[in-house]
DNA sequence: TGAACATATTGACGAATTTCAATATGTCTA
DNA sequence: TAGACATATTGAAATTCGTCAATATGTTCA
């Protein structure tokens, strides 16, 4: 089932892990971040275990990357992330005052 | 990692399952269902399956139960799936005008 | 008490997920 | 162009997950 063309489920899926959504917090605090750092950051997994992770991450539109030389860039695709939020959101708790904030397709959504 | 004693993996991976986001709408939806309602709304799943899917609901706090003679009566726990969308919402798409509507718990997290 | 009903638990199976070593691809620079 | 570097992909092993048939537990009513 989709809200607002957003697959709710898939979203859930792409954060129901340890090392994404700490992958996903790291890009929310620090911008964008080479592969490296990332991988730098996490002892307790092997760069193609991060690159794996980004990979979903980045199929579900929750982060953007970008070449830049050798190295490949990757931030937090903030739209997105805050898009699916206020969907999940509109979709399990309305009427808790959401009004006030959600996003327009949401909004919509709920109608 | 734990945001106002929530687990957010472990909300995340409870909505990662589209017949548990299914129960957990229908239970917004309805209000108050016994498990043959849900069972007999979902004819892709059977009464065991559907059982375990309400036990890892209610486990992670989602949902709230009671007897009732022989019957068992599943609903929403809305204040927590609530405080769940908001410290997920605080985590990673905070300064999105949210300050405006944040839970306690959640704002404090972010301080 | 025993039969009927509602739900939970167990056990087993196939599918999906996470992980890493090995290797491939793409990019820069000497 | 060759070598070094950064990241991605492949393939395989271990684990977790979703599912259901069979069965157990708990409740009501005759």
Redesign the pocket.
Known sequence: MTVAGIDCVAFC?AL??A?RQDILQMLQKKGEL???DI?AAFE??????I??????LKHEGLVN?R?E????LYSLNAENVDECCGMLWAKFAPGKLLSIRLPKSARKARA
Chains 1, 2 share one sequence.
């Open positions: 899926r129901g892990d090392t080479r592969v490296n991988v307790r997994s092997s760069q193609p275990t690159s794996h992770h980004l990979k979903i990357s070449r030389g050798k190295e490949i």
